[in-house]
C-alpha cells in the first residue's frame, strides 16, 4: 500500500533517516482533517472562496487556558540521560481527551539537544519529520540534533516529541512482525474477485486488530490533538512562542496549531506542505499525480545510463514506464527469490513499493537501477526488497516499528474514507490509472483500507487561516511525489501570513538537500526571523 512519508535524511550534513508510513486509504490525505468539538475541543468557522463554495475553516482556541487544562500546562518535566550522547528525554503528560480532561492521560516522550553557542538563546525549535507514525525522537537523535546547522543548533534547544499514538508515546499496536509481513505482501492490484475479497480481508483483518489492541488510544491520536499536545510542551519548556520545522505530515501539524494558536506562532517552517482543504480522494489522486511526475522525471535520467534496465538512448517515458509495469506483471504471477532469511520472496507489492521509496529522493535513483537490474535480469530480488523493508521500517529480524500502524490510526481518524467499498474504486479506476498508470491502480486500491477502519473519523476537509500569526515559510518543492507542489501554493495561500518559497527540483521537501539556497532562506528566517520575499524560487 501507499504511504506517506517524510523526508530522507539531508544529503549535505549528518546521517541518513528516513520515516514513512505505508500508505492507508489517506496515505497523505491526513493533510485535511479536524476534529470536532466533542472530542478534540475545537471548531470550524465558515470561509466563502473566490468561486462562491462555502468551505469550512480551522477555528482558534480560546487565548486563555481552561482551568481543567492548567495541572497539564504547570508540570514540570524532569530531564535524564537517555543513552544518546549529548541529548537529554524526560515524559510528558497530557489528557486523553480534551473534551475530559480529567478522564485520563497519555504519556509522551519528549527529547532535547541543548543549544551548542554562546550567543543570544533563541528557545527551543521542534522538529518533525512526518508520516504520520515517523518518530521525532529518532529524526532529533540521528538527524537534526547533530546535522542541522551549526548556526541553528547553537542558538536553538533542537526538541523533539513523538506524537501521541507513535514510537515512544503509547504506540498503536495492530499485527506483530509475521502478521505484518503477510499484509505487506497483499496483492494491491486485485485482478478477480478472489484477489478483491483476500485484499478487503486484509484490510479488515488490520482494522480489527488495531481496534482489539489499542482500543484505549484510537480515538485520540488525530492531528488536532497533537497539535494541542504540542502547545501544552511549549509551554512547560518555557516558551512564549513556537518555534517549528515540520517536513511532510510534520507540515500538517504545524498548521494545525498557526490555525489553532495563531497568536503563540514563533518562527515555523513548513516543508513539503500538506493541503488541508481537499478531501480524501482528491488528497489521494493528487499524489498519484506527484508520484508520476517523480517516475518521469526518473525515467527520463535512466535511460541516460548505461545501467538503465526499462531502457536506453531514445527510450521515452511512456516505453519505460510500459517495461516496468510489465515487470510488474511478471513479478505478479511469478515471484523471484530474494535471499531472504524468512522465505519471502519478491512478488508485485514489494517490488511496487521498493520503487515508490526510491521515488523521494533522486539519490536514490542509482540504486533503484542496480536493484531493478538485479531482478529484470538476474532474477534476484535482494535489493528492491531492501527498499521495500527500509520503506515500511522492518529490520532484518522481521521487526516492524509501528510507523505503519500509526500511519492508519492517524489518517482513518483525520478524515472520512476515499472509498466506502471496492465499487468506489472500481469507478475511480480510470481517473488513477489516467494520473499514473504506473502507480495509479494500486494507490487507488490502497485507499480503501480506512473504509474498515473501526473508529469513525472525526475531521473534515477545511482551510487554515491562522489570521493574526507571524509570517510562516511554506517550501514547495517542484517536482515533490509525496506533496505536489500545488499543495504548498494552497496552503500558503490559506494562511493569512503564508510566505512560500520554491525550491524547483526533485525528490521530497527542500530543506537541507543539496540547494544552498533554499538553506540560506530558511536559516536566515529561524535566527534573525526575517521571511524569504513573497515568490522566491531557488534550484
Given at each position: 500500500?501507499?504511504?506517506?512519508?517524510?523526508?530522507?535524511?539531508?544529503?549535505?550534513?549528518?546521517?541518513?533517516?528516513?520515516?514513512?508510513?505505508?500508505?492507508?486509504?489517506?496515505?497523505?490525505?491526513?493533510?485535511?482533517?479536524?476534529?470536532?468539538?466533542?472530542?478534540?475541543?475545537?471548531?470550524?468557522?465558515?470561509?466563502?472562496?473566490?468561486?462562491?463554495?462555502?468551505?469550512?475553516?480551522?477555528?482558534?482556541?480560546?487565548?486563555?487556558?481552561?482551568?481543567?487544562?492548567?495541572?497539564?500546562?504547570?508540570?514540570?518535566?524532569?530531564?535524564?540521560?537517555?543513552?544518546?550522547?549529548?541529548?537529554?528525554?524526560?515524559?510528558?503528560?497530557?489528557?486523553?481527551?480534551?473534551?475530559?480532561?480529567?478522564?485520563?492521560?497519555?504519556?509522551?516522550?519528549?527529547?532535547?539537544?541543548?543549544?551548542?553557542?554562546?550567543?543570544?538563546?533563541?528557545?527551543?525549535?521542534?522538529?518533525?519529520?512526518?508520516?504520520?507514525?515517523?518518530?521525532?525522537?529518532?529524526?532529533?537523535?540521528?538527524?537534526?540534533?547533530?546535522?542541522?546547522?551549526?548556526?541553528?543548533?547553537?542558538?536553538?534547544?533542537?526538541?523533539?516529541?513523538?506524537?501521541?499514538?507513535?514510537?515512544?508515546?503509547?504506540?498503536?499496536?495492530?499485527?506483530?512482525?509475521?502478521?505484518?509481513?503477510?499484509?505487506?505482501?497483499?496483492?494491491?492490484?486485485?485482478?478477480?474477485?478472489?484477489?478483491?475479497?483476500?485484499?478487503?480481508?486484509?484490510?479488515?483483518?488490520?482494522?480489527?486488530?488495531?481496534?482489539?489492541?489499542?482500543?484505549?488510544?484510537?480515538?485520540?491520536?488525530?492531528?488536532v490533538e497533537a497539535a494541542r499536545d504540542m502547545d501544552i510542551l511549549r509551554e512547560v519548556l518555557g516558551d512564549r512562542k513556537l518555534n517549528y520545522v515540520g517536513a511532510s505530515y510534520g507540515t500538517f501539524i504545524g498548521s494545525t496549531y498557526a490555525g489553532l494558536f495563531p497568536g503563540r506562532v514563533g518562527r515555523v517552517v513548513l516543508d513539503g506542505a500538506m493541503d488541508p482543504s481537499v478531501d480524501a480522494r482528491t488528497l489521494n489522486l493528487d499524489q498519484t499525480a506527484g508520484f508520476e511526475t517523480a517516475f518521469q522525471a526518473f525515467a527520463k535520467d535512466c535511460v541516460r545510463h548505461a545501467d538503465c534496465p526499462l531502457g536506453g538512448k531514445g527510450t521515452t517515458p511512456g516505453q519505460v514506464g510500459d517495461h516496468l509495469q510489465a515487470f510488474f506483471r511478471r513479478l505478479d504471477a511469478h515471484p523471484i527469490p530474494a535471499g531472504d532469511t524468512d522465505s519471502r520472496e519478491l512478488g508485485e507489492a514489494l517490488a511496487t513499493n521498493g520503487v515508490i521509496a526510491s521515488m523521494y529522493d533522486e539519490g536514490s535513483w542509482g540504486a533503484l537501477r542496480g536493484a531493478l537490474t538485479s531482478a529484470m535480469k538476474e532474477k534476484d530480488g535482494a535489493g528492491l526488497l531492501a527498499l521495500s523493508d527500509s520503506y515500511y521500517e522492518r529490520d532484518a529480524g522481521g521487526h516492524f516499528s509501528n510507523l505503519m500502524m500509526a500511519n492508519a490510526a492517524v489518517n482513518c481518524l483525520d478524515l472520512p474514507p476515499a472509498f466506502s467499498g471496492p465499487a468506489d474504486v472500481e469507478k475511480a479506476l480510470p481517473a488513477f490509472e489516467k494520473a499514473s498508470p504506473v502507480f495509479g491502480p494500486g494507490l487507488a486500491w490502497a485507499a480503501l483500507n480506512c473504509a474498515y477502519w473501526p473508529v469513525r473519523a472525526t475531521g473534515e476537509a477545511h482551510r487554515i487561516e491562522a489570521k493574526g500569526a507571524a509570517p510562516i515559510v511554506v517550501v514547495g518543492t517542484v517536482r515533490d511525489p509525496a506533496t505536489p507542489y500545488r499543495w504548498a501554493r494552497s496552503l500558503a495561500g490559506q494562511l493569512s501570513s503564508g510566505r512560500l518559497l520554491t525550491y524547483d527540483g526533485d525528490g521530497h521537501t527542500a530543506y537541507g538537500r543539496g540547494s544552498a539556497c533554499i538553506d540560506s532562506a530558511i536559516d536566515t528566517y529561524l535566527l534573525r526571523g526575517t521571511p524569504p520575499p513573497a515568490g522566491k524560487r531557488c534550484s
Open positions: 500500500m501507499h504511504i506517506r512519508r517524510s523526508p530522507r535524511s539531508r544529503r549535505t550534513r549528518g546521517p541518513r533517516t528516513r520515516t514513512t508510513a505505508r500508505v492507508t486509504a489517506t496515505l497523505l490525505t491526513s493533510a485535511a482533517l479536524l476534529v470536532s468539538a466533542c472530542s478534540a475541543g475545537n471548531s470550524t468557522t465558515s470561509t466563502t472562496l473566490a468561486d462562491g463554495t462555502v468551505q469550512a475553516a480551522l477555528a482558534a482556541l480560546p487565548r486563555s487556558t481552561p482551568s481543567a487544562l492548567t495541572p497539564y500546562y504547570e508540570q514540570r518535566l524532569r530531564w535524564r540521560d537517555c543513552g544518546v550522547p549529548g541529548f537529554q528525554c524526560t515524559t510528558m503528560r497530557a489528557p486523553l481527551d480534551y473534551a475530559d480532561p480529567d478522564g485520563g492521560t497519555v504519556r509522551l516522550a519528549v527529547a532535547r539537544k541543548k543549544a551548542t553557542g554562546s550567543g543570544r538563546p533563541l528557545g527551543s525549535l521542534l522538529v518533525n519529520p512526518g508520516g504520520p507514525g515517523g518518530s521525532a525522537i529518532d529524526y532529533l537523535q540521528q538527524y537534526a540534533g547533530l546535522g542541522y546547522p551549526e548556526e541553528v543548533r547553537a542558538r536553538y534547544d533542537m526538541v523533539a516529541m513523538d506524537p501521541r499514538g507513535v514510537a515512544r508515546s503509547e504506540p498503536v499496536e495492530c499485527l506483530d512482525g509475521r502478521q505484518m509481513d503477510a499484509y505487506a505482501q497483499t496483492d494491491q492490484t486485485p485482478d478477480d474477485q478472489r484477489e478483491r475479497d483476500a485484499l478487503v480481508t486484509a484490510y479488515r483483518k488490520f482494522a480489527e486488530n488495531c481496534g482489539t489492541h489499542s482500543a484505549r488510544l484510537l480515538r485520540h491520536v488525530s492531528t
